[in-house]
């Protein structure tokens, strides 16, 4: 027999749902900007948590886990929808009057600037700022080059900046 | 972190899935899977022999699988605590 | 005849039983479980399933190199949503009958505080391992598994440390 100093948590699968279940449903949703289809794939993750539960070993893990596979089928439904999501950038209308910070409206012209990038840069500025991740653990959780990761955040910053400018949203 | 990157950290904020999502999940986990059904009545009414075979075998092997998933994963863990011990 | 029927019928019945070596007995729990999984692959069951395995699949054809030597599957797993769903005594009617001769406990891993519990029980019959048994408690989780035949379990846990799964990383 050997005994371990580790404290094992027994897992719950409603509390795990409860607790990841917002993170799951906002990375589809955000990366496909369609809350019907983003619902399903939050459904299908769980359910294959469900399956995998056995095999998951502490919360952490499960988080990480739940994280992957939820990067893992927005992706693929993006490209079984075959089309670039929701927006075109022209339909990301300007605003008739410069959104103040923190405005809602200006929180959605971000969201369908943000829908309008590629899948990759996409997925990897959602990650940063929906999820707080670093560079490092983005790159491990889409299995990407750590490089390649950050100059798909400072180009899609830029990209940004300039659609927001010519929108007449700046720097205050 | 400048104003962009502040105001994408609230645009991008966590959002709930719409309520009932739980529930919504605890019943499709109990559902027999439709498409299983689905496929097996399917078959059964055509009559196909090596179509209803095909079924068969995709459902024993999926049994295969989740059994050695549980067994894999025990032993598994047992492997990564002895290897931690010994280290 | 008389004795000679009651061993033709002996030999018949240790026939039958060889398919899982060890009673689970567990039926009970599974009105309380919150989720319960229950699987019983025979000889016959895993040769049929083994030809539906995907030769161009590296995982695939590790499992159907696995199976090869198995000659049965028994799972019995229980989810539970609140301790004390089972006894200590479910578990150890299953462990008393890994008491006989031919078994061996070969390991046991226990966490801090006895929440998690894994013992590994070989059978060995003429210095060939034959079975092998694996009982996983934890206070919300039963499983109880009998893997018949000549086990891999090196391969088997291997396995089971990826199965479509983010590998956990060692921190």
New interface residues.
């Given amino acids: 027999m050997i005994g371990l100093t580790a404290v094992r948590q027994a897992l719950d699968f409603g509390e795990l749902m409860r607790e990841h279940r917002a993170m799951v449903f906002s990375v589809a949703w955000h990366f496909l900007h369609d809350r019907d289809l983003a619902e399903e794939i939050a459904q299908d993750v769980f359910l294959s948590l469900h399956k995998n539960l056995a095999g998951i070993e502490t919360p952490a893990h499960a988080g990480f886990w739940l994280r992957k596979v939820a990067v893992q089928r927005a992706i693929d439904a993006a490209r079984k929808r075959q089309r670039r999501p929701q927006v075109a950038l022209e339909d990301v209308a300007e605003p008739s009057v410069r959104p103040p910070a923190g405005d809602p409206m200006l929180g959605e012209m971000l969201r369908k600037l943000i829908a309008t990038l590629p899948e990759t840069p996409r997925m990897a500025m959602i990650l940063k700022y929906q999820e707080d991740l670093d560079p490092t653990e983005i790159a491990e959780t889409m299995g990407i080059p750590l490089g390649t990761v950050k100059s798909h955040i400072q180009r899609s910053l830029a990209l940004l900046r300039e659609k927001l400018e010519r929108r007449g949203v700046g720097e205050r | 972190m400048d104003w962009l990157e502040q105001e994408l950290t609230q645009a991008l904020a966590r959002k709930e899935p719409a309520p009932g999502f739980d529930g919504r999940v605890r019943a499709r986990l109990h559902r027999r899977p439709q498409w299983l059904a689905i496929a097996a009545t399917i078959l059964v009414m055509i009559g196909g022999g090596e179509a209803w075979r095909q079924h068969q075998g995709q459902v024993a092997k999926e049994q295969v699988m989740t059994a050695l998933r549980i067994a894999g994963s025990k032993l598994n863990r047992v492997q990564v605590q002895l290897k931690g011990t010994e280290q | 005849m008389r004795p000679m029927l009651t061993l033709a019928l002996g030999g018949a019945l240790a026939a039958t039983l060889w398919a899982q070596q060890f009673k689970f007995n567990l039926d009970h729990l599974a009105s309380k479980a919150?989720?319960s999984?229950d699987?019983s692959?025979n000889s016959s069951?895993?040769q049929?399933?083994?030809?539906?395995?995907d030769g161009k699949d590296p995982d695939e054809v590790k499992?159907k190199k696995?199976?090869g030597g198995i000659e049965g599957?028994y799972?019995k797993?229980f989810?539970f949503?609140n301790d004390g769903a089972y006894l200590p005594a479910d578990l150890e009617k299953v462990r008393s009958q890994l008491k006989a001769p031919e078994w061996s406990r070969i390991?046991?891993?226990?966490?801090?505080?006895d929440?998690?519990n894994?013992e590994?029980w070989v059978r060995n019959e003429n210095g060939k391992v034959s079975g092998v048994a694996?009982l996983?408690s934890?206070?919300?989780?039963l499983?109880v598994?009998n893997?018949v035949g000549n086990i891999d379990?090196?391969s088997?846990?291997?396995?089971?440390?990826h199965?479509?799964?983010?590998k956990?990383?060692k921190k």
Avoid at chain 3, 138 to 141: F, G, L, S, T, V
């Fill in positions: 919150s989720d999984v699987l692959l069951m895993l049929f399933a083994g030809k539906f395995f499992v696995l199976i599957i799972i797993s989810q949503k390991v046991g891993v226990k966490s801090g505080g929440s998690e894994i590994v694996i996983a934890e206070p919300r989780q499983t598994a893997l379990l090196d088997l846990a291997d396995l089971g440390g199965f479509g799964l983010p956990m990383k």
